[in-house]
T-cell receptor
Framework: GQNIDQPTEMTATEGAIVQINCTYQ??????LFWYQQHAGEAPTFLSY????GLEEKGRFSSFLSRSKGYSYLLLKELQMKDSASYLC????????????FGKGTTLSVSS | EPEVTQTPSHQVTQMGQEVILRCVPI?????FYWYRQILGQKVEFLVS????????KSEIFDDQFSVERPDGSNFTLKIRSTKLEDSAMYFC???????????FGQGTRLTVV
């Protein structure tokens, strides 16, 4: 089977940096995605890692270590609008092109 | 900007009734998906569709579910005999190729009473 773990909740203040961790166990790993989901809305794509290392995209960066089954999403210069759930998802040979999601981390940003 | 569109946005149905949820994927995308999210829970994969056939499906996608691409633009999810536990947000998604980002529609909130 597949297992994806993330912290349930995190809090941070405006302007700060936060790191959201994700660990996964799956066979035939193909790639790892991060999505953002505001309450009552659809998930929106943030980043994709298939090789080890850091991918940077503006205020958001994502890191992957395939040997450790570990990823993190780094959010810099936090803004109130970053309050949302952050979903870690993997694709693998087991599920083809389908995204298998973790339970998500709810981030609350306060002023 | 191209987007995935879903109709209706809300659907209330009585237990045992059939429902059809509709989606228009992004026009040049080849891979289509249905996911569901029960309130307060994680997004769960239901089924993927490529080249006019199901490519993968989860354990949730049992005989009461079916998908269809009736024409060149629509992609539908049918639930034959709805149960209370089918109440959820259903998201359609599409992607251009394997490993590329999936774009999600705004979802259909299904309530079974």
């Amino acid at each position: 089977g597949q297992n994806i773990d993330q912290p349930t909740e995190m809090t941070a203040t405006e302007g700060a940096i936060v790191q959201i961790n994700c660990t996964y166990q799956t066979s035939g790993f193909n790639g790892l995605f991060w999505y953002q989901q505001h309450a009552g809305e659809a998930p929106t794509f943030l980043s994709y890692n298939v090789l080890d290392g850091l991918e940077e995209k503006g205020r958001f960066s994502s890191f992957l270590s395939r040997s450790k089954g570990y990823s993190y999403l780094l959010l810099k210069e936090l803004q109130m609008k970053d309050s949302a759930s952050y979903l870690c998802a993997v694709t693998s040979n087991q599920a083809g092109t389908a995204l298998i999601f973790g339970k998500g981390t709810t981030l609350s940003v306060s002023s | 900007e191209p987007e995935v569109t879903q109709t209706p946005s809300h659907q209330v149905t009585q237990m045992g009734q059939e429902v059809i949820l509709r989606c228009v994927p992004i026009s040049n995308h080849l891979y289509f998906y249905w996911y569901r999210q029960i309130l307060g829970q994680k997004v769960e994969f239901l089924v993927s569709f490529y080249n006019n056939e199901i490519s993968e499906k989860s354990e949730i996608f049992d005989d009461q579910f079916s998908v269809e691409r009736p024409d060149g633009s629509n992609f539908t999810l049918k639930i034959r005999s709805t149960k209370l536990e089918d109440s959820a947000m259903y998201f359609c998604a599409s992607s251009e190729k394997p490993g590329s980002e999936a774009f999600f529609g705004q979802g259909t909130r299904l309530t079974v009473v």
